[in-house]
Each structure stands twice: as C-alpha cells, then as structure tokens.
C-alpha cells in the first residue's frame, strides 16, 4: 500500500514558530483537519450484525415464521429465546463498548504541536494540516508529516510496514501516522490529515477494540460449520420418515398430517443448533471486559480476555512495573581521574529538552548556573544505553559521554578487579541503578555525531547512581503468579546485579542476573537460556522482542507488561501485551491491555478474569454440545428408523431453557481460577459426543419401548419430555461439579421451575403434558436411571482422559 500524495496545498512553515492560531482556525474551519476517528471499538451495527443477522437465526426465525403461518405459534417460543438471546447479546455489548469507549478516549495519547513559538499539547483530531509536530522519544505520530529537523531521530514503522528496525530519519523524509518515535526529536510539518493519512487508510487493528479471531470462537464456529452442512440433509431425512409415518405423500396431503410433519421437524432441526453458545461466548467476553474497565483495566480487544486465560510465563519490565518509575538521584561516586566542568554538564544532561525521567533527576542536585551551549549532541537510545554531548571550549570542553558504564567502557565495567569495575559492581549490588559520566579531551565531530559512535580515549569520571522505590504490592502480586504456576522473567536494561538485588526484594529466589550482552544469537540456545534463567539485565528493545518469541517457540503463551517505548516491540510480540498508563503513547498504543491508574496489583485479577471466562465457556460449551449431539443423533436415528418424533417444539423449549440456557448464563459467569491448556474443543467433544449418544439411544429405545407398549403419543411425548428433563438437570449438575452453595441454588431452581411446568394446569395444557400412564411410569423410570448411570461413566472416564492428557503434555 501507497500513501496517497502531500496537499498541494502546504505551504513553507518556520519549524521555530509553527502556525498562528489565525492559521490553524482557517484550516479547521475549510475541513483540512486531523478529525478522523476511527471506532476503538465494534460499531453499533457490527454489534447489531454479530448477534442478530446470522445463519443460524436466519433458520430459527425461519421456522417460527412457518410455525406462525400454519397455526402452530405455541410451537415457536424457540422464536422467542433465539429473541432474547440476540437481545441479550447486542445489550450485553452495548454496555462494553460504552464504557471502554469512554476509557479509550480519556485515554487517549496527546499531539505535541509548535504554534506560535509555544509547544502545546492537543487532541489528535486538532492537528491541523501544516502543524509542526514536535516528536520526542515515545510519541506516537498522529498524522502523516514531513521532517523539518532531526536530531538522532528514529521512527518504527512496524505497526505500518511490518518491519521491526527503527528507521532513521533526515531533514526531507517523510514519517506516516500510526509510527512510534523510539530514540532521538525533531520537528515535522503535517502532510496529510484525516481519511488521507496512511495509518487511515487501512484498519489498525492492533489500537481495535473487536472480536479477532481466537481458539474459543474459532472451535464454536467450526461447530456450527459442521452442523449448517448437516441440517439441510438430515431435516429432508426427519421430514420423509414423518410423512411416511402420516401414511405416505398423498395421504398426509389429503389429511393435512404433512403440518405436524413440518412441525416434527422444525423439532429437530432446532434443537440441533446450538444457539445459546455463540451468545455465552459473547456475552462472556463482553462482561469480562466490563469487569476489568471496572477495575480500571482498558481492553483494546475482547479476545485478550480469553488469552489471559493461557498465559503461562509472564515478562516483567523493571522499571515501572516493578518499580513505580519514580527515580531519584542518589550520589556521584568520583573516581580517581576527575575532569573540570563535570557538574555543568550534569547540569546540562538535566535541563537539556530532550531529557529523559532520569537525566531530569539531575536538574535539583545541579541546578544551571552558566547555561553550556554544545555543539554537537547524540541523544540517547535505548539501544545502545548512552548519549553524548560535547563543548568546543570553555570549562567544560570535550566530549561527554553519559551512560550504562558495561555500554560505554564494555566488561572493564563489570569486572570487580578494575577501579571501574569495583565501585559499579559493589553499587549495583545494593539495587541502585548506576550510570557512568565519562570524558574525552577531544569534542565529537561531526561524523561522530552523525554515525553516533563513540569518542576516542573517554576516560570515567564519575559512578551515578539513583534509586527506584518498588511497588508495595510487587511481593505479593509475584507470590501470587508463583502459587498459580505461572513462570516469571524479570528483563531490563539496568545492571543485571541491580536488577537481581530487585528481584531477591520482590521475593525471588536469584542470586545474580543474567547479562544480556552474553546472550546467543542462536534462537534455540536463546530459548534455553530463558527456560534456565529468570532476571536478566542490559537487555535492549531488540532482545526483548526476540526473549518472547524464544519462549513462545517452546510453546508458552507469554504476557509481556512495561512502560516505556522500548517495551513496545516486545509487548506488541507477545501474547498478551500489558501497559501501564504512566507509560509511552507507543507502548498503550500497541498493548492489547492498559493498567489504567498503573496498578501492577491489578494483574491477578486480569488473569483470574481470563481463567474465569475460558474455563466456564468451556464447561457450559459441554452443555450445549451434548444438546446439539443428541439432537442430531435424534433426528438421524428416527429419520432412519421412520418413527414419529417424540417431542413438540414447545416440549424441547422446556429442556433448553431450563437444563441449559438459563443455568448456563449463570455458569458462564461464576469464579473459576482454573488455568486453560490448548485443547478446548477436544475435550467439549470427549464428554459431549458420548454423553449425547447415550441419550439419543435411550429416548429412541423409550419410544420402541413404549410403543411395544401401544403408549398412546400424548403420553408417549410427555414421558420423553420428562426423560430428557431429569437427564438435562444431572447432566447440568455432572458439569457443575464441584457444586458450590450458587451452583445449588442455580439448579435447584431450575429443577422447582421443571416441577412447575409437570404439575400447574396451565402450564400442563399449554406444553401438551399428560399423566404418561403407569406402564410408561416404569419406563420412564427405567430408562432415566440407566441413562444417568452411563452419564456418570463418560464423565469418570472423562475425566481421566482429561487428567492423562494434561500429564502427558
């Protein structure tokens, strides 16, 4: 894809000043601003779309029409619960998006623009065509600009182009919207705006708030593939054998027995949809995403809720997440080889624009006396862990360089023997960040700065060192990641003694921390270095990204959290990506989860909501498959054996909502900290196809058997009905297991509901439900309990294989 061409319109814009506020209310007013907002999440008719307008309504709502027209409409109320369910549905994610579209525009990041000489901070929307964009490490670029100055500027353009390395750009280049700035500033003009800017032109689905594709929804979609094939066959299968038991075409066209013909198999080809589990799954994810809004946990898209539940290994980036982020300067540790002017450029690192969180440390401990005027800087990446400036004269005149002391003087730096070495190690070890002030007599040169390469002959001058509070809730939140079996890797750019002294002080077990630098290229060695060690340090942004692939190669679903833009590679790899709030615009832009107020306690909770979600979808998914199994099996048994079928569509509506519609909202929400192993689909079927078997067989033997008996059909339907009542109830109570005091209160009131509709009059009258008589009473009887008896064999033997399985991977 092609961005489309620059405005003919642009005009010379001085990069010091910007536009005037006359010319920025011109422009906004003639259209050429920045207004085009994509949805953060799924449009109302998506929404709309999703629920209502599927295959599967289409035939329900088809057949309830029919109904209506042949006079049956006391045999559509399936109608009337595939009503509510769509209902429920769009209802259920109408209030999602309602309150993460809220979150996602108080959330929003910010536009720095130059107007007037003064930089301001805007809406992205209010960018208008001709600002000037003032870009700093962090900043995600909010419309398609030109670079009028450049200072060690590097964009990446991953979300746009797919490749991962930074671009470095000059003066003339162009930057697309939708690029994150990962090292160095500068100053663009607006080129295009709105529909017109290149990340508008194609959706961006990793800042969408939508229902990707996920293992949950892909197994339940290719459940109803498989059933859409079969309904069209087996419903012309059920609508022969009906008529051929009516006496044949013509007579059943003569006597008009075809209706209850149609009416049998519109029975059955209902209850072999399993409507209810594309709502549980939507509903399940929408709810899941409004509990963590509540807790202050934004979720750019809903299937992330599910991945939580896999999550497996969880990367944790130092600074910011297990620290608050909040550094400040502890001491200046001289060395014995002082340079004059050291404490002026401290001063100048502090004040100087493009200043990170810890070089602006500085600013109170040395504040500007006489302001040093550089001439020639490189700014500081995340890459290589160090800056440099330097002076052409004055007190301070040479080349500075400031940085990580392993960066900018190698091992010397790490090894205790040397007079470097000895006084980073022994800092380090107490959990202080340290940094290096390093001089060279000779100022940068100009290729120096351009190739960002070190000056020749720097000399340390003296050991910085700054301190990080950790997280009062870091202990507790990692004891909880280990009970839960979840595995924990600590990855930061700092001194890997600093970071293991943090790590032992959240309650990790570790001694030392693994030095990036000595990591292998090789990505299998790499993938066994991480499945050994746990902390790591002097990683750089690459590394990361390159550690979770490593350990998703060995087949872990992996979280990555973190705060600053050199986290936004890797968290946009991983699995599930968590930023913090406090963090870079880049780094939320590309997290499918954002710590609103920063809390990293908020985590269990994100997980426990992932478990909760999968594993009751998984549990109420047995329910509606075991439904769709004997339904199938049902109609293809009757159809073949060319026996009346033993329900009315209104006596199937009983069993659906009350052994598995209602009862399966409420499973489909209640706490479940159970971790999800890959497999879903399997298992449902493991327990579903056997167990809806069983109850195919044993409904068509009633029905022989009461045949045999000469039941008359009322009393034939009803004692089918009653059957399949209890056998819903215990296969409902067999997946509820282990049962809670909710769960007993779900099904006992489902079971008194069931009571009711056997034994109150109008409800008797209304469902067709007769006394079945005491010979079909014995049947009744019998077949139930054998039926229930091979309920609980599939269940035990599920569980085994379940148990093996989960021993064997």
């Not at 400031?402 to 091992?411: C, H």
Request: overall charge neutral; proline content about 5%; hydrophobic content about 50%.
């Amino acid at each position: 894809m092609t961005a489309s061409p620059a405005s003919p319109d642009l005009t010379v814009v001085d990069a010091g000043r910007g536009l005037s506020a006359t010319e920025v209310a011109e422009r906004a007013a003639s259209g050429r601003s920045n207004a085009f907002t994509a949805d953060s999440s799924r449009s109302a008719w998506n929404i709309i779309r999703a629920n209502v307008f599927t295959l599967f309504n289409g035939i329900v709502f088809g057949c309830f029409f029919l109904l209506f027209v042949l006079g049956r409409w006391q045999d559509a109320l399936f109608g009337l619960a595939a009503t509510a369910n769509a209902i429920i549905g769009c209802v259920q994610e109408f209030r999602a998006k309602a309150a993460l579209d809220r979150l996602a525009l108080l959330n929003a990041p910010l536009a720095r623009v130059r107007r007037d000489g003064a930089e301001a901070e805007i809406r992205p929307p209010e960018v208008v065509l001709d600002d000037v964009l003032v870009l700093r490490a962090g900043d995600q670029i909010p419309a398609d600009a030109r670079i009028l100055e450049a200072r060690g500027l590097q964009v990446d353009e991953s979300m746009l182009t797919g490749e991962s390395d930074a671009v470095d750009k000059a003066p003339g280049t162009e930057v697309l919207s939708g690029s994150l700035v990962v090292a160095g500033d500068g100053a663009a003009q607006v080129i295009r705006v709105g529909a017109d800017s290149y990340a508008n032109t194609f959706a961006a689905e990793a800042k969408r708030f939508s229902l990707v594709a996920s293992e949950l929804r892909t197994s339940v979609n290719r459940v109803l593939t498989w059933v859409s094939w079969g309904i069209g066959p087996i419903g012309l299968l059920v609508f022969n054998a009906q008529v051929l038991v009516a006496g044949g075409y013509a007579e059943a066209w003569r006597t008009g027995s075809w209706v209850q013909a149609v009416v049998n198999t519109i029975a059955s080809l209902t209850a072999m949809i399993p409507l209810g589990l594309v709502l549980m799954c939507s509903i399940a994810f929408a709810v899941g995403a409004s509990r963590l809004a509540a807790r202050q946990v934004l979720v750019n898209e809903l299937p992330a809720v599910e991945g939580l539940a896999r999550v497996d290994v969880i990367c944790l980036d130092k600074t910011g997440t297990l620290t608050l982020g909040e550094i400040r300067f502890d001491g200046a540790h001289g060395l014995p080889s002082p340079a004059p002017g050291w404490e002026q450029v401290l001063a100048w690192y502090g004040a100087a624009p493009g200043a990170n969180a810890t070089a602006r440390c500085l600013q109170e401990p040395y504040p500007v006396g006489e302001p040093l005027v550089p001439d020639e800087t490189i700014p500081f990446s995340s890459a290589r862990k160090w800056s440099a400036v330097s002076f052409a004269g004055g007190p301070a005149a040479g080349a500075w360089v400031f940085g990580a002391p392993e960066m900018v003087f190698g091992d010397a730096a790490a090894d205790p023997s040397t007079e470097l070495g000895s006084v980073v190690t022994e800092l380090a070890a107490t959990g202080r960040r340290t940094l290096v002030l390093g001089h060279a007599p000779v100022p940068l040169t100009a290729q120096q700065a351009e190739d960002e390469t070190l000056p020749a002959g720097v000399r340390a001058v003296s050991v910085l060192t700054f301190r990080e509070k950790v997280r009062p809730d870091a202990a507790h939140t990692l004891a909880y990641f280990r009970r839960q079996s979840v595995g924990i890797r600590i990855i930061s750019g700092d001194n890997p003694r600093t970071v293991a002294a943090i790590a032992r002080e959240v309650g990790l077990d570790v001694a030392e921390g693994f030095d990036a630098r000595r990591l292998p290229e090789d990505d299998e060695a790499l993938a066994d270095v991480l499945e050994r060690e746990h902390v790591f340090g002097r990683v750089t942004p690459d590394q990361k990204k390159r550690m979770v692939v490593a350990l998703q190669s060995r087949g872990h679903t992996v979280a990555m959290t973190g705060d600053g833009v050199n986290d936004a590679l890797a968290i946009k790899t991983a699995d599930i990506g968590i930023a913090m709030n406090s963090g870079a615009a880049a780094t939320k832009a590309v997290a499918r989860l954002v710590l609103l107020d920063g809390q990293f306690s908020h985590l269990p909770d994100v997980v426990a909501e992932g478990r909760q979600v999968i594993a009751n979808i998984e549990r109420v998914s047995m329910l509606f498959l075991t439904k769709t199994v004997y339904a199938t099996g049902l109609a293809i048994l009757f159809g073949v054996m060319v026996l009346e079928f033993p329900f009315l569509p209104r006596q199937l509506s009983i069993t659906d909502g009350l052994t598995i519609g209602i009862p399966a909202f409420f499973l489909a929400l209640m706490p479940n900290t159970q971790r999800y192993v890959p497999g879903f689909l399997r298992r449902s079927l493991t327990f579903a196809v056997p167990a809806g078997l069983i109850i195919a067989v044993a409904l068509t033997l009633y029905t022989r058997g009461a045949m045999a008996l000469e039941v008359p059909e009322p009393e034939l339907r009803t004692g089918a009905t009653i059957i399949l009542a209890i056998v819903g109830i215990w296969v409902l109570t067999v997946l509820a297991r282990p049962i809670t005091r909710l769960k007993t209160l779900v099904i006992g009131a489902m079971f008194i509901a069931l009571v009711v509709v056997f034994t109150v009059p109008p409800a008797t009258q209304f469902f067709q439900l007769v006394d079945p008589g005491k010979e079909a009473a014995y049947l009744v009887a019998l077949v139930t309990a054998l039926t229930i008896g091979g309920i609980e064999v599939v269940r035990f033997v599920h569980r085994r294989v379940i148990a093996r399985a989960g021993r064997t991977a």
